[in-house]
Nanobody, 124 residues
């Protein structure tokens, strides 16, 4: 049973940085891509960033490009999302997800396992 646990969310002021972590358990291989998504009430889940299985390829939504950085440490089964220059509209529940594919995917339906989410609130 694969489990994902996100951490690092919180309440911050606009302009500061926050780092999220996503740790996977229950897998014996790290040959999978990971994505970060976010969702606000009344809106669809939105792709934020993704990283392929070995970290060589990353992809970002235009709304976070240049501000967010995704990375992974396969030895720790952990993926990180460094969020800089946070904006009030970055406020959302952030979820990490694993796909059994090795390359980055942007559609939620391409992901097989999801964490419970961590709330990020950015005040103006």
């Amino acid at each position: 049973q694969v489990q994902l646990v996100e951490s690092g969310g919180g309440l911050v002021q606009a302009g500061v940085s926050l780092s999220l972590s996503c740790t996977a358990s229950g897998r014996t291989s790290y040959y999978y891509a990971v994505g970060w998504f976010r969702r606000t009430p009344g809106k669809e889940r939105e792709f934020v960033a993704g990283i392929n299985w070995n970290g060589a390829s990353t992809f970002y939504a235009d709304s976070v490009k240049g501000r967010f950085t995704i990375s992974r440490d396969n030895a720790k089964n952990t993926v990180y999302l460094q969020m800089n220059s946070l904006k009030p509209w970055d406020t959302a529940n952030y979820y990490c997800a694993i796909t059994n594919r090795a390359d980055v995917r942007t559609r939620p339906k391409d992901y097989d396992y999801w964490g419970q989410g961590t709330l990020v609130t950015v005040s103006s």
